[in-house]
């Protein structure tokens, strides 16, 4: 069962060297325990563009596709058995990051 | 054999065995719609055959051999239209056998599933209620006030994410338990209240089947943790209460508020059992261990289950129970509770200036219109104790309730 952990943030992102320190150690841990399937942190909505072809034409816009004080900064994607694995695994990334995530299953195929 | 005799035998094998044969099923087929329709096929089975055949020796057997049959019939069926789906849950069912625990309960498990703290409460509520209880939907709908089809889209939402997500079908890690065990308390004491206080004008005032479910449950996790003092609180709470049941309604079918009950009807049984949990406890908070607010509700109804009489009530006990609740749990409906030890102690005008204080967080609850009638009432304000009186009526829903708040109203003169 795969999981998307999305980190969740609310600020300005500054790179906290204590911060990525931490996260290294859990991805290590992810590779380490079998859960790592892929990962990756996220520029700023700021630096967004979103696409619309759904008209004659492709619509080309600068800009998050939905303005809001909180946005992705980041994601994991996990292979866990259960929520509740996944959902440790969310607690000790979100203290990594020290950010809020949120947990979702991908739909099973 | 008569056919009240058979809709007896449905009735107790249904208390007694419906979240067995719901959570025998769980495990062996992984999913809870199938265990559920299953369930509820062989019950209605059951309905049919037993009247033509009799009831069998044993209900449970007979209940859970259908179920199973039910459940893989409708297995097959499904499989036929999506074979691979049937696979996936199979294979989620079979799943990592899980290390065997101090307690080997499946019914156990499926609280743990039902009360998983990704789900929101009013859903972990009703799938308890379903899955645990038996309930039907009409029920449970009936018991929250909401429509029928909208507690049906709880239940079945709640239900798709334990499969979308994988919540687990197990009781979880030792480490992971005192966390887990306070959201699954939460939901047995709204089970219970809901028996105890049933909120229907279309049910029996006193639902004996949600509490005593309640308790069982109760009973159950305490064996799985002897030692977490809010599990032990919360079944002496339960049971303390659950003895005066047969003393609170009358045969009229009214209300009977605590000071006019008969003790000699309360269940000296319970009361023993729920006077021996609080002195465990108690001992325990001697030792420094801070009671949390089950324990100190389970203390303040064995200071009222001590007294022969109302008279010998020991109420200042009583008050500084609620005292120390208070500062566990500072919510307006402890603090209504509070005022009637107030009016005991400090006399009912202090204890109607402390409930007026609540009126604003507390205007849609009969309770606090009820408490607030007695204590003007006992203050002398006849004609506002009367317009409280037909507040409190006009929101309580619990039948036994309302006949007794109808009386003291019309005996306002």
Same mark, same amino acid.
């Given at each position: 069962m795969q999981y998307l952990l999305s980190v969740i943030h609310d600020q300005a992102s500054i790179d906290d060297p204590d911060e990525q320190a931490a996260i290294d150690v859990f991805n290590d841990r992810l590779r380490a325990q079998g859960h790592w399937v892929f990962a990756g942190g996220l520029s700023g909505p700021e630096n967004a563009t979103v696409i619309d072809p759904r008209g004659a034409e492709a619509v080309v816009t600068d800009g998050p596709f939905l303005e809001s004080k909180e946005y992705l900064a980041g994601f994991w994607i996990i292979e866990a058995p259960d929520l509740d694995v996944a959902l440790k695994l969310a607690t000790e990334g979100a203290r990594a990051c020290n950010r809020k995530v949120e947990v979702r299953p991908f739909v099973a195929v | 054999m008569s056919g009240f005799d058979v809709r007896e035998a449905i009735t107790r094998a249904h208390h007694e065995e419906w979240a067995r044969v719901v959570a025998l099923l769980t495990r062996r087929f992984g999913d809870l719609d199938i265990a559920e329709e299953a369930a509820a096929e062989a019950f209605a089975t059951a309905v049919e055959r037993w009247s033509v055949d009799g009831v069998p020796p044993n209900t449970a057997a007979w209940l859970t051999t259908t179920a199973n049959r039910k459940a893989i019939d409708r297995i097959r069926r499904e499989s036929k239209r999506d074979e691979k789906q049937r696979e996936a849950r199979m294979v989620h069912g079979a799943g990592p056998r899980e290390p065997p625990g101090a307690i080997d309960d499946d019914r156990l498990r499926l609280i743990f599933t039902c009360c998983?703290?990704?789900?929101a409460v009013e859903s972990r509520l009703a799938l308890t209620l379903r899955m645990? @209880? @038996?309930?039907t939907v009409p029920e449970i709908a009936r018991a929250f006030l909401v429509t029928e089809s909208a507690m049906g889209q709880r239940i079945t939402r709640a239900k798709a994410k334990i499969k979308a997500a994988h919540i687990p079908y197990r009781v979880p890690a030792t480490e992971d338990l005192p966390a887990r065990v306070t959201g699954v308390l939460a939901v047995l004491f709204l089970v219970f209240n809901e028996g105890y206080l049933? !909120?229907?004008?279309? !049910?029996?005032?006193?639902r004996h089947d949600l509490t005593a479910e309640a308790i069982r449950l109760a009973r159950l996790i305490r064996d799985l943790l002897p030692d977490d003092g809010e599990v032990a609180g919360l079944l002496a709470l339960m049971l303390l209460i659950e003895a005066r049941r047969p003393a609170r309604v009358s045969a009229s079918g009214e209300l009977v508020p605590l000071a006019e009950q008969?003790? @000699?009807?309360?269940d000296a049984t319970l009361i023993a059992e729920g006077h021996r949990l609080v002195r465990e406890r108690l001992a325990a908070a001697a030792a420094g261990v801070a009671p949390g607010r089950y324990q100190i509700l389970a203390a303040i109804n064995a200071v009222h289950t001590s007294a022969r009489d109302i008279r010998d009530t020991d109420w200042s006990q009583v008050l500084a129970l609620y005292d120390q609740l208070v500062r566990v749990d500072p919510s307006p409906t402890i603090a209504l509770n509070r005022a009637i030890a107030v009016a005991e102690v400090d006399g009912p005008d202090v204890a109607l200036a402390a409930v007026d204080r609540l009126g604003n967080a507390l205007a849609g609850y009969h309770a606090y219109h009820a408490t607030r009638a007695e204590l003007l009432r006992r203050t002398g304000h006849g004609r506002q104790a009367r317009a409280a009186y037909d507040r409190a009526i006009e929101l309580a829903g619990n039948t036994a309730e309302t006949a007794y708040l109808t009386r003291r109203r019309d005996q306002l003169g």
């Open positions: - | 998983h703290p990704a789900l645990v @209880g @038996g309930l049933a !909120t229907s004008p279309d !049910t029996d005032p006193v008969d003790r @000699g009807a309360w």
